[in-house]
């Protein structure tokens, strides 16, 4: 199973841009990359998921590169809502395990 | 229509004492999740359950813990003799197809545990 690193935290300011990369070296080739993004007190919700290459949605894009080794999110121009968890999921639920990680605790400063 | 829920929210026990954890998943998800939070921490995958069946039952951190799921809808994890290191907050999620790697897991809001 894909076990996945990201950064413990990360700050920037509201209206930058935010980059968030995951590394997942032993990614199988039926392994989706997906993100989700945990508020205090609640349960983590699905931002955005994609295979290869780059995916955007109205909140986010997911860049992944031709290896697949690595994604990043991108966040534009974030606001201080944006302040919450971020977990890289890498995996296939029929390997019977999900791992998330620790996550990346991003904190947008005014 | 309606998300995931769990019950309690808050769930305040003894050491020693058993507890059970209800989830309600989202109608028509066949597949469900349990995931273990401790503060600050990230989230520790427990067991999922396709239907009624749960395949792989290895990450339930002891044999106190056991979990099961009736008619493909609510599931309960109990937890017996608890113990103050499983004092945590207990995720359910649930999501249409197990099996598929694509799936998006919905959450429900937790319930946190704290065993004194």
């Known amino acids: 199973l894909a076990k996945t690193t990201q950064p413990i935290s990360m700050d920037s300011y509201e209206g930058q841009e935010v980059n968030i990369t995951c590394s997942h070296n032993?990614?199988?080739?039926?392994?989706?990359i997906t993100w989700y993004q945990q508020f205090p007190s609640q349960g983590p919700r699905f931002i955005i998921q994609?295979?290869?290459t780059k995916v955007t949605n109205e909140v986010a894009s997911l860049f992944i590169p031709a290896d697949r080794k690595s994604s990043t999110l991108s966040l534009p121009r974030v606001s201080l809502s944006d302040t919450a968890v971020y977990y890289c999921?890498?995996?296939?639920?029929?390997?019977?395990?999900?791992?998330f990680g620790k996550g990346t605790r991003l904190h947008i400063l005014p | 229509g309606a998300g995931v829920s769990q019950s309690p929210s808050n769930k305040v026990t003894e050491k020693g004492k058993d507890v059970e954890l209800r989830c309600d998943p989202i109608?028509?998800?066949?597949?469900l999740y349990w995931y273990r939070q401790s503060l600050g921490q990230g989230l520790e995958f427990l067991i999922y359950f396709q239907g009624n069946s749960a395949p792989d039952k290895s990450g339930l951190p002891s044999d106190r813990f056991s979990a099961e799921r009736t008619g493909g809808s609510v599931s309960t994890l109990t937890i017996q003799r608890t113990q103050q290191e499983d004092s945590a907050v207990y995720l359910c999620?649930?999501?249409?197809?197990?099996?598929?790697?694509?799936?998006?897991?919905?959450f429900g809001p937790g319930t946190r545990l704290t065993v004194l």
């Open positions: 109608s028509g998800h066949t597949a």
């Open positions: 999921l890498v995996g296939d639920i029929r390997d019977d395990k999900i791992i």
């Open positions: 999620a649930s999501s249409l197809a197990a099996g598929v790697s694509t799936d998006t897991q919905y």
């Open positions: 994609g295979y290869k």
């Open positions: 032993n990614i199988a080739t039926n392994d989706y």
